[in-house]
């Protein structure tokens, strides 16, 4: 069997371009590369509930939300099944059993649940569910028997907490029942973590500093013109700064020396360019509008294939419920396969009723 792939998002608000270049851009990747015999690409509506249990509305809307910009981003229902997690009740079946393998001090340790606790004030009381979903994302990592999650660096703890668990279900129930999966982190520093349009490090919907990938081609115009750079270079004859210069950051994040043949002919590469903005005689509306002709030539087929699905609603329904089903069929399967490991197929299970009968009515 080839190698499978899971990863998937939280339906808590629309994509920005900081997921285009952290996670979508390379899943589109990985899928046309044909290495992969299997892609599973999860919207995980039960997880997002874990912290937003008083806000199903929020999570339904953006369900479909997030299916859109997949299917903009490039994900081929043809080849990914993408689908719902709430629609594949064996994940939870599976954490059941997966509970019983991790211990409440080894859940305290995780640090991006640690740095989410404090994030949403959950010190003083966090929902068990919260709490313990580091075990449900092993359930949806191992229920498909994935080999490959690549993710951002914030969903290291999780894939480490998810390989301690089939470590142990092995070694507990049999060897090889399930599958070792590793992380696989961006290859490209820059879209690890791109910074909003403020230069904060973080894109956040309450920050009003994302550019989305829905958004229009005014909207994005105006975002990039009004974008941090270095707040030293006054004069286009200052010299300017590159590092911490949020067009600098996107340019390194998007940017291909095709860009400069086409929209920019007087350099090369960025490498020149920056020569030019740290020499000084280099004005920030300059690059930035040539950032906003490399986003539009980026996000202009996104937005197109966005607007051809948005037009087609049903049948995005219909795509997350084959994915669904498919998905559910596949964790069935290795649900029966765990279940037998550990000997809780009481009806499948002809040696433990042979077993009853001798005792019983043996003599
Ligand atoms: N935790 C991920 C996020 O916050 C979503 C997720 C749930 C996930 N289960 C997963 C990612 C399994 C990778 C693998 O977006």
Redesign the pocket.
Known sequence: MGKVI?????PTGRLHVGHYVGSLRRRVELQNSGNYSDIYI?I?DA??LTDNAEHPEKVRQNIVEVALDYLSAGMDPEISTIFI?SMVPELFEMTAYYMNLVTVSRLQRNPTVKSEIHMRNFEASIPVGFFT?PI??AA??TAFQ?NV???GE??MP??EQTREIVHKFNTVYGEDVLTMPEILLPDNDVCRRLPGIDGKAKMSKSLNNCIYLADSKEDVKKKVMSMFTDPNHLKITDPGQVEGNTVFTYLDAFCKDEYFAQFLPDYKNLDELKEHYQRGGLGDVKIKKFLNKVLEAELEPIRERRKYWEQNIPKVYEILKAGSEKAESVAAATLAKMKEAMKINYFEDSALIAEQIEKYQGK
């Open positions: 899971l990863t998937g998002d939280r999860m995980a997880q997002a997690q979903y449900s994302q949806d990592i994935a999650v690549p993710a914030d969903q999780m894939v």
